[in-house]
């Protein structure tokens, strides 16, 4: 019976484990695929229409014609990004501390001391990139 228990707690370890690593590679991923999901720094306003504008224009080869247009659509859509953004910022950073919160709750001191670290890491990273504006390498 103890040693079933065992197997049963383990499989769920090795499964918050997996989401955990899925998650953190997931938003590095993310985040140097397309760095206008990225956060900004403190008062610095992400330019979504300028990253976008440059990514479809050099991977697409527009005209100047077209890369006009394609900054006047950007232009007109970025409030609504921006303040889609904004709803759904709290809502993420809410699921995602709660997430923590609960893992952190099934790991011993070791084990969470380094957990920390993980995640602190990502998020500096993921700032490091969006304040320099290119990938870290």
């Given amino acids: ?3 079933r228990i065992i197997s049963i707690f383990l499989v769920f370890v090795v499964f ?3 989401v955990i690593c899925g998650f953190v590679i997931d938003r ?3 985040s140097k695929r397309m760095p206008f999901h990225r956060q ?3 008062g610095q306003e992400i330019k979504i229409p300028h990253v976008l ?3 479809f224009s050099k991977n697409l080869n527009l005209t100047d014609e077209q890369k006009n247009k394609l900054n006047q659509i950007l232009e007109k859509n970025k409030d609504v990004m921006k ?3 904004n709803e759904m910022e709290p809502k993420f950073n809410k699921v995602r501390a709660s997430l923590e919160t609960e893992i952190k709750s099934i790991l011993n001191d070791e084990q ?3 957990f920390e670290k993980m995640t602190e890491k990502a998020r500096k990273k993921i700032i490091w990139n969006v304040g ?3 990938k870290k390498k």
Wanted: hydrophobic share 35%; glycine share 12%; net charge positive.
């Fill in 1 to 3: 019976m103890i040693k």
């Fill in 28 to 30: 590095l991923l993310i």
């Fill in 53 to 55: 504008g440059n990514r």
């Fill in 83 to 85: 303040n889609l953004r």
């Fill in 16 to 18: 918050l484990v997996g």
């Fill in 112 to 114: 969470r001391q380094q």
């Fill in 132 to 134: 320099k504006g290119k």
């Fill in 40 to 42: 900004p720094h403190q």
